[in-house]
């Protein structure tokens, strides 16, 4: 909410060049990399930092040590999931603001409430961003029978359940939809469906 389509390309764009860096180095990078200013230019910008990260990330092994926020696992490949997931999530940004909204193959959006459960919601609650679920949740994608524990950090059973293709369970996690969607199959209780539409599981 709040942002032009400029000002996502211009995000993305940023962090493309940030995680190309930190890749190239294995360091942790505290620089920004503002895109330009007219908007004419944000196109051939953010080709320009695409095209560096996907270099760079050819370029080095993947099981390298890296710095990567958070924990574990501290390799290049956390940047390169990491990356093709911010692209996958502010793509359909994209589309749904220009009236497009695309889809994502099954496997991407697996990856992609993999890293929710097991990064960043975590992290979000250590960083006192979000205070978690009262109780954990399983989360079942329909189109793929793969399964996930979101708040199990709780230490005990899921009392709630919520199914649906992996592609709208992905959009779910990052706010992009809720459990109103008719793809989304909720059971369990209501207080629970509340926390689930108001809590923040991603940056």
């Known amino acids: 909410p709040g942002w032009s389509v400029a000002d996502l390309v211009d995000h993305h764009g940023e962090v493309l060049r940030w995680a190309a860096r930190i890749v190239d180095s294995g360091e942790r990078i505290d620089e920004e990399f503002r895109g330009p200013s007219d908007v004419t230019e944000l196109a ?18 993947r099981d390298r040590a890296c710095w990567t926020f958070g924990g574990p696992p501290g390799k290049t490949w956390f940047w390169i999931r990491r990356q093709a997931l911010e692209a996958a999530i502010h793509r359909w940004d994209a589309g749904f603001a220009t009236g497009r909204p695309g889809g994502f ?18 992290r979000q609650i250590a960083l006192q961003r979000s205070t978690g679920l009262s109780a954990a949740v399983a989360l079942h994608a329909t189109d793929s029978d793969e399964g996930w524990i979101l708040g199990r950090e709780r230490g005990a059973d899921p009392v709630a359940v919520v199914k649906g293709p992996a592609a709208v369970l992905f959009l779910l996690l990052w706010r992009r939809t809720n459990l109103d969607d008719h793809r989304v199959e909720y059971s369990g209780p209501a207080e629970l469906a509340h926390e689930i539409r108001t809590t923040r599981f991603a940056p």
């Open 105 to 122: 193959p099954t496997g991407v959006a697996s990856a992609g409430i993999t890293e929710v459960v097991d990064d960043f919601f975590p």
């Open 44 to 61: 051939d910008w953010y080709a320009a930092g695409a095209q560096e990260f996907i270099s760079v990330a050819r370029s080095v092994d």
